[in-house]
């Protein structure tokens, strides 16, 4: 695998990171979903769904959904932040950034913020006939969110990152 | 005549940073990339008896996952509780077939295709099996690349628990079965995370 490293690509997967962060932070600050049954209304933002489970005694459930849709789509968006933003600025990067590379590389798979979007849809049409439903301002926020995150994995390599990051050979 | 895999040329790659190494004598214990600090190995240590547990219980869970409850709509006091089948159905009641297929792939034939695809791999390595292995390798990562949509169906429950909420009106809980279908899709991710798939190729011959 030989390329010439690019600062396009750094360019590129640092602006999307930071577009994704404000989204990320829009998209958990206002309600997500409103529920309008019989005149009661009940507003639901993305952090719910993990916590409800919290509250209906299910700790295990709860969690693995706060990671996948809120802990680790937040790590890698400021990890690929902290890791690019000194190449940017044309210095190298630090030794004990590395962990935190193999960090983001491992837990990418369990980013899940796509497959929350297609369980909303499913959760809606469900509901269809009990309630109405009212999108909230953080589902627009969120449906590009994952727009940017899915054109950050594209574009992302820690290729630029690995080929700066300084060590030593081993004699 | 044998493929010549990085291992068999004296190499090793980091599978972190994907550094090319000339392959360490190993002396004592774990050899870490000096670059990035990964672990080295050329295959991952004891990968088909790990993949193997992982297998063997997430199949256990899929029966559960499958016959129990995941949640129950509560209205009035009543419970409905609804296997993730009866889920599929109801959508599919409600005419919303592109949205029940959807579902039913991610939720019932996905997570059965994982235990079947990852345990038929694991016997044609053991098999020493030489058939296919390029199409044997693409299935893999076609696994490996499916299963995390798997998890819809978890938060399909996280949403509806948090949405409906109408104290002794209506509410909507998670019901016995979530856990072991969360358990199954977990232990098939890691299933297919343990699994080597360059263990294919150390008995793929040319023809
Ligand atoms: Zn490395």
Redesign the interface.
Same mark, same amino acid.
């Given at each position: !695998?030989l390329r010439a490293p690019s600062h396009g690509g750094i360019d590129r997967s640092l602006a999307l990171a930071l577009t994704g962060f404000i989204l990320f932070v829009l998209a958990n600050s206002f309600p997500f979903?409103t529920?309008d049954?019989q005149g009661?209304r009940?507003d639901?933002t993305l952090v719910?769904?993990?916590?409800?489970?919290y509250a209906?005694d299910?700790p295990?459930?709860g969690t /693995?959904?706060l990671l996948?849709?809120f802990v680790f789509p937040l790590a890698e968006l400021l990890g690929v932040i902290y890791l690019l933003l000194p190449l940017r600025l044309g210095r190298r990067p630090a030794r004990h950034s590395?962990?935190l590379?193999?960090f983001l *590389?491992?837990t990418q798979?369990?980013g !899940?913020l796509e497959?929350?979007m /297609?369980?909303?849809?499913?959760?809606v049409?469900?509901?269809?006939?009990?309630?109405h439903?009212i999108p909230g301002l953080s589902l627009y926020a969120f449906a590009a969110l994952i727009g940017t995150m899915a054109l950050l994995s594209t574009t992302l390599d /820690?290729?630029d990152y690995?080929e700066q /990051?300084p060590?030593? *050979?081993?004699s | 005549m044998k493929f010549l895999t990085a291992r068999n040329a004296g190499l090793i790659a980091c599978d972190s940073c994907h550094l090319l190494l000339r392959k360490p004598v190993p002396r004592t214990g774990k050899h870490r990339c000096p670059r990035c600090g990964a672990t080295l190995h050329s295959r991952i240590p004891r990968s088909l008896s790990k993949t193997w547990a992982l297998l063997i219980a997430a199949t256990i869970l899929y029966i559960p996952a499958n016959t129990l409850p995941v949640m129950s709509v509560v209205y009035l006091g009543r419970g409905e509780p609804s296997t993730i089948l009866q889920g599929v159905m109801h959508l599919l009641a409600e005419g919303m077939w592109p949205l029940a297929t959807i579902v039913f792939v991610a939720s019932i034939f996905v997570p059965l295709l994982k235990l079947v695809v990852l345990s038929g791999l694991l016997i044609s390595i053991r098999r020493a099996s030489n058939w296919r292995t390029l199409d044997r390798t693409r299935l893999y990562r076609l696994t490996e690349f499916v299963g995390r949509w798997s998890m819809v169906d978890i938060f399909v429950i996280g949403v509806l628990t948090a949405l409906v909420q109408f104290g002794n009106l209506a509410s909507i809980e998670p019901g016995a079965g979530a856990l072991s279908f969360a358990a199954v899709v977990v232990l098939t991710m890691f299933a297919a995370h343990t699994f080597d798939p360059r263990l294919l190729w150390d008995h793929a011959q040319h023809d």
């Open positions: !695998m979903l529920l049954a009661q009940l639901s719910s769904s993990s916590l409800s489970l209906w299910q295990i459930l /693995l959904v996948t849709t590395a962990g590379a193999r *590389q491992s798979p369990w !899940m497959i929350f /297609l369980a909303v849809l499913v959760a049409v469900k509901l269809g006939d009990i309630a439903v /820690l290729f690995w /990051l060590w030593e *050979q081993p | -």
